[in-house]
């Protein structure tokens, strides 16, 4: 088996052995932060997106990684737990809507951020927020009116959602008036 920088160079190279590569830095639980952190200097971008995913990568190397220029990597970066809230925030207005989705379905996004892009212009941008448990009730209200009805959906299956909201949502009484006026119909309050 190779080593970690025997693998690094190789990649460098492009003379990469994908399984070789992949077991050492998905599988391998030895690897050190620092370890990673020379790992994501890699020129190949899957070495940097499995870094990402990796349980011991520090945060500051998934800030970093966070700043990618290829978006499959900033994506990678987002989708880890380790991702601080400051650099999701960073990435409200990221010009990919892959990485602007994982931002709206992570659960360390601030509920400030998820406001932001439940008015973003992907419905799945949209999708994402409209499922994600943290989204304050303003946001699922004016979701679940979305046109995009995978925005709607994802509002009933949110264990966040009001049963109110979620009977709205699944009957016909959304045909007949808006769903504020059922809330205030149902004498749900809305803050």
């Not at 190279?13 to 590569?21: E, F, R």
Request: aromatic share 4%; with cysteine.
């Amino acid at each position: 088996m190779h080593t970690l920088e025997e693998l690094l160079a190789l990649a460098n190279a492009g003379q990469l052995n994908s399984a070789d590569l992949y077991n050492r830095l998905v599988v391998d639980p030895d690897l050190t932060s620092d370890d990673l952190s020379k790992a994501a200097q890699c020129v190949d971008w899957y070495v940097r997106y499995l870094v990402a995913q990796h349980p011991n990568v520090s945060v500051q190397t998934v800030i970093w990684l966070s700043q990618d220029p290829l978006a499959s990597v900033r994506m990678s970066a987002v989708a880890t737990e380790r991702v601080p809230p400051t650099v999701l925030m960073e990435l409200l207005n990221d010009e990919d809507d892959g990485v602007r989705q994982g931002v709206a379905g992570h659960p360390n996004t601030p509920t400030e951020g998820l406001s932001v892009l439940a008015k973003d212009i992907d419905p799945d941008v949209r999708w994402c927020v409209a499922g994600n448990t943290s989204t304050l009730l303003e946001d699922l209200i004016v979701l679940a009116e979305d046109i995009s009805s995978d925005a709607q959906n994802a509002v009933a299956e949110n264990p966040s959602t009001p049963p109110a909201m979620k009977l709205w949502l699944t009957s016909d009484y959304k045909h007949s008036m808006t769903l504020r006026e059922f809330l205030k119909q149902t004498q749900t309050e809305v803050q």
